[in-house]
């Protein structure tokens, strides 16, 4: 993807075009009326600018020149009337360009947050956090600021230097015609100037998602930084990120900062020229002095305008660098895309079944290699073997986090790839070694993944977990906010609570990785309780490294180079000598070894 970024940030014309047409289509278009209103708004500014430098003709002649007194009081009413009404309508322009500028950001943010959130795990880690999260902030915002600096600039600027040029054309159109020749000659090098901005903003952004990344891993790993003393280098990554940075934003401010001189000059030029024609013809009294001040006037009211629009390609080219950025991403659909035909996952025993799956995360080599492997409705089933055999790949394809090369992965008979996500999610409860917690409170977190549990079910879950007590002895109870990833709490806390939100989402099928591995001998007691409450009446598939956790499996698949070379009990294992023999036989001298009164 970044690939695809990178080969457009150049922008041919053609691109540039599609790309405008679709910010516009896809984000101004839906608030049309207020953009209608606004840009009403902006002709009524313009017209009242024309209308301000016309004015000073009348004034400059009338009051000055011909001291009409009488006419004072209407050219005075008529100024102060003109300023009232543009102030007016700049206010309510600027006010409705607000409103369609904050409501495209959160527009974004909430389509784009919906695609990703129903993109594939290999997406994710294909694409780091903080590259991911630069485009809710980041990119939209600067699109934003593309989509209502070029809104107002072709509204309000260009109406404005409409206005002022229809007012120089009116008191003399040779002096016009002077003024304006050179302004032509601006665009080939402000052109220039905007395509180079916009491949420095797509490196900036760049840049800026990988630093997010960084101060993420930092900030996530610090205990593990502060641990090997590492902060130096953690510095020194962050310092050459942030230097990076400093070159491209400077890089960015001298190219947009080029084209004020470039306007400065040709507005020298413009102005200086008219004063020397308009000079000579009011010296030989070929011109009234009210029409030069007038058009004068025009010219340097139209100033400030041009030189907005000048720098309107720089700011648009920054923002369709984020535009072009952000729909590479909603382009992008989930590698395992639902099947139209799908149907909800029908669930009676609750058997699973893996038939001859090849799987391969690199497409090379095989994690997984014509893998059999049943676990039958209701029981309980260990996956044991070294590490690497492919055990976590299994249960990776049950919830279809990934999706077979070969094969199919089975449910009560329907394979999972014709059934809906929703429902074959819904049937799964999924507890890990690896416990993700949100930083909420303890209620919301057990009751994650079941919207409008009650605070008895809540209770009951919990203390099915054996964890209702512990709650009770926190701060706030179930109201407590347990921190980022739990960070307030113990594992064998944290651990509870994922097996609570199992248990309160009652599915069938229970996938359980290494759920106890990480836990002290009294955590582990109290968590292994709870498990086995949890996996009452629910084919349970457990992968588990320390082998005397799962003896009592009703069935053990021992998986190897990713095949299932053993099955049966724990008993009908040990006869056979082979690997999970083998496997036992060294965990029991491991023991012996640790704690040698165990042998007694």
Not at 253 to 258: E, K, V
Not at 558 to 570: A, N
Request: charged content about 20%; proline content about 3%; hydrophobic content about 45%.
């Amino acid at each position: 993807m970044l690939d695809q970024v990178k080969r457009g940030v150049s922008g041919s014309p053609d691109a540039t075009v599609a790309l405008v047409a679709r910010l516009v289509r896809e984000n101004v278009a839906p608030y049309r009326g207020l953009v209608i209103w606004a840009v009403l708004c902006m002709a009524l500014v313009a017209a009242c600018t024309g209308l301000s430098a016309w004015l000073l003709d009348p004034v400059i002649t009338f009051i000055f020149d011909q001291k009409r007194s009488e006419l004072v009081p209407t050219l005075v009413g008529a100024v102060f009337a003109v300023f009232a009404v543009k102030g007016a309508a700049n206010y309510i322009q600027m006010l409705l360009m607000s409103r369609v500028g904050l409501r495209i950001i959160a527009d974004n943010q909430n389509r784009l947050f919906r695609h990703l959130a129903r993109m594939d795990l290999p997406f994710f880690h294909a694409n780091s956090t903080g590259t991911l999260v630069s485009r809710f902030t980041v990119d939209i915002t600067q699109m934003r600021v593309a989509v209502s600096n070029g809104l107002t600039a072709l509204g309000k600027d260009l109406m404005s230097v409409i206005a002022l040029v229809c007012v120089m054309f009116y008191e003399d159109w040779q002096l016009a015609l002077i003024a304006f020749v050179v302004f032509p000659t601006a665009i080939y090098p402000i052109t220039r100037l905007g395509r180079r901005m916009r491949k420095v903003t797509a490196n900036n952004q760049q840049e800026m998602g990988q630093l997010t990344t960084t101060l993420e891993q930092s900030f996530q790993g610090i205990r593990m930084v502060k641990a090997y003393a590492m902060e130096s280098y953690e510095e020194s990554k962050v310092e050459r990120l942030t230097e990076r940075i400093y070159a491209l934003a400077v890089k960015a401010a001298s190219t947009r900062a080029l084209s004020s001189p470039i306007m400065e000059t040709l507005g020298g030029i413009a102005v200086a020229a008219v004063i020397a024609y308009a000079g000579h013809r009011v010296i030989h009294q070929d011109m009234r002095s009210g029409a030069l001040i007038a058009f004068i006037g025009a010219l340097l009211m139209a100033y400030e305008p041009l030189k907005r629009l000048a720098n309107l390609n720089a700011s648009l080219q920054e923002g369709l660098a984020g535009a072009q950025r952000m729909f590479a991403l909603l382009d992008r659909g989930p590698g395992m895309a639902e099947a139209p035909d799908a149907r909800p996952l029908a669930v009676d025993r609750g058997e699973v079944r893996l038939d001859r799956v090849r799987f391969s995360y690199d497409g090379e080599h095989a994690a997984l290699d014509g893998l059999d492997l049943t676990v039958p409705g209701g029981a309980t089933v260990a996956l044991v073997g070294p590490s690497g055999a492919g055990k976590s790949t299994i249960l990776n394809l049950i919830p279809r986090f990934y999706d077979p090369e070969r094969g199919a992965v089975r449910i009560d008979g329907q394979d999972i790839r014709g059934c809906t996500l929703a429902s074959l999610r819904d049937a799964i409860a999924l507890v890990s070694q690896e416990v993700t917690l949100f930083d909420d409170t303890v209620r919301a977190n057990i009751a994650y993944g079941r919207r409008g549990a009650t605070d008895a079910e809540i209770e009951r879950a919990a203390r099915d977990a054996a964890a209702h007590d512990f709650i009770l002895g926190l701060p706030e109870g179930y109201d407590t906010t347990v921190g980022e990833q739990g960070v307030k709490l113990s594992g064998g806390q944290r651990q509870r609570l994922a097996i609570a939100r199992a248990m309160l989402k009652n599915a069938p099928i229970l996938l359980l990785d290494e759920a106890t591995s990480a836990l002290d001998t009294e955590s582990e007691r109290h968590v292994q309780a709870a498990l086995n409450r949890l996996m009452e009446g629910r084919t349970t598939l457990v992968i588990a490294h320390r082998l005397s956790t799962v003896v009592g499996a009703d069935l053990i698949h021992v998986v190897d180079r990713g095949r299932t070379v053993e099955s049966g009990p724990h008993e009908h294992l040990l006869s056979l000598g082979g690997l999970y023999a083998r496997l036992y036989a060294l965990q029991f001298a491991e023991r012996e070894e640790a704690d040698p009164t165990c042998a007694l």
